[in-house]
């Protein structure tokens, strides 16, 4: 069975400082998803990886996939307020649903 | 980018009542839809995966008869709960696949469903 682990699950860190979330996954899997939701709101899409090595950029944000250790990151660059909400990695199965982390929570202080 | 929308937005209803939640793709054609259900400060938990003209896939422990799922058409799937009681009351979202299959998933915007 799939398992998608996402860390950590709580982080909060000051505006203009860098970190990286963990998103690892435990069976083979080509479509690595990272999505931003905002309280009470649903999900917004944020980086569709499909191939093993994809790096994706925007903004302060950064994503990428390595299917062979079955793990992606996202990074943040320069934190601002802005960035706070909670980031969910899933991961595909077979029948085009997907798997989601835990989903970390993101606190960007001024 | 394509867009799916959900109705209602949010929905109050007194335990024992029926709430349908209706999901439509807007731009696209979906042979595929997925129904998602989200308790506060948790992830996303797969209920079941709506095919159009054909039954739903449920996953273990949702329970058929009291989450009905139809998918008429390529472009609506509802949802309904049946016989409401309050440990239903979470926030529904669901999700569609394009017929033309590029490997991305479009969301609702949810659907918040409180049982009183």
């Known amino acids: 069975e799939l398992k998608v682990e996402q860390n950590p699950l709580f982080l909060s860190m000051q505006e203009g400082k860098n970190y990286t979330i963990y998103c690892n996954y435990s069976?083979?899997?080509?479509?690595l998803y990272w999505y931003r939701q905002d309280p009470g709101k649903s999900l917004e899409s944020l980086f569709v990886l499909l191939s093993n090595g994809a790096v994706k950029q925007e903004g302060r944000l950064m994503a990428s996939l390595d299917t062979k250790a079955r793990l992606s990151t996202l990074h943040i660059t320069a934190a601002v307020h802005d960035l706070s909400a909670t980031y969910f990695c899933?991961?595909?199965?077979?029948?085009?649903?997907?798997?989601f982390g835990a989903g970390t929570r993101l606190t960007v202080k001024p | 980018g394509a867009v799916v929308s959900q109705h209602p937005s949010w929905v109050i209803c007194k335990s024992g009542t029926s709430v349908k939640i209706e999901c439509r793709s807007l731009d696209f054609q979906a042979t595929t839809m997925f129904w998602y259900r989200q308790f506060p400060k948790q992830s996303l938990m797969l209920m079941a995966t709506?095919?159009?003209?054909?039954?739903?896939?449920?996953e273990q422990g949702v329970e058929k008869d009291k989450f009905l799922i139809n998918h008429a058409s390529l472009t609506l799937s509802t949802l309904t709960v049946t016989s409401a009681h309050p440990e239903d009351s979470s926030f529904y979202i669901c999700s569609a696949r394009d017929i033309a299959w590029t490997g991305e998933l479009f969301f609702g915007e949810g659907s918040r469903l409180t049982v009183l």
């Open positions: 069976t083979t899997s080509d479509r």
């Open positions: 709506s095919n159009e003209g054909s039954k739903a896939t449920y």
């Open positions: 899933a991961v595909g199965r077979n029948n085009n649903d997907m798997r």
